[in-house]
């Protein structure tokens, strides 16, 4: 297969992972919800939507969220249960270090679609974005995956043809519309399928 010149990452279940139900612990604890709801309402609503395009402010998403569950919870609090549904993931922290070490000449770049809390907090808890060589999220370019047009930019910034770039992303959708671009990309499922599949092109962690 063709050299790889860039490797794009989601964030979420990728290099940190994903908790959502202790979102529907903490929910349960401040009024009567719904598991469901919750699960729905973290994975695709509205509000969480328009959140993570950067079209409402963290202070209005609060509030929203407070009145759409009725929850009886302070401002610090929403957000201090927000980003406790994610989670270290130190094997793929592994994995990006060795990668920066072994193969510097590959561009490692941050395609998310997250919100300003959630990116905040793992920039400043985990450190390991600060490896990456640029970020490309939702809440700061306005428009979310699979929108082409967040991977029209990612490549503008990693400076590589579709074929050269490499793509991560625990969600069938997303690596089906970048496949249609022409991007080298695979779903993630483990970090040991993922290092196989780096194998596929002769990027050996």
Request: aromatic share 12%.
């Amino acid at each position: 297969m063709g050299k790889i010149k860039a490797i794009f990452f989601d964030l979420g279940n990728v290099i940190v992972r994903v908790k959502p139900e202790v979102l529907v612990e903490g929910f349960q604890k401040c009024g009567r919800v719904v598991p469901e709801r919750v699960i729905d309402y973290f994975m695709d609503s509205d509000n969480v939507n328009r959140y993570m395009e950067g079209e409402i402010s963290s202070s209005q998403f609060y509030s929203k969220t407070r009145r759409f569950f009725r929850l009886d919870i302070k401002y610090r609090e929403f957000y201090d249960l927000w980003n406790k549904v994610l989670a270290p993931y130190p094997e793929m922290e592994e994995i990006i270090r060795d990668l920066k070490k072994d193969y510097p000449d590959i561009k490692m770049i941050l395609v998310s679609n997250t919100n300003e809390v959630h990116y905040d907090f793992v920039r400043e808890k985990y450190k390991i974005l600060d490896l990456l060589d640029g970020h490309i999220t939702s809440h700061e370019e306005g428009v979310q995956k699979p929108d082409p047009e967040i991977f029209v930019r990612a490549l503008k910034l990693a400076g590589t043809l579709p074929k050269e770039t490499f793509y991560t992303d625990d969600r069938e959708d997303l690596i089906d519309a970048a496949r249609a671009m022409g991007i080298r990309a695979f779903q993630f499922q483990d970090h040991h399928k993922f290092r196989a599949q780096l194998a596929k092109f002769n990027i050996e962690i």
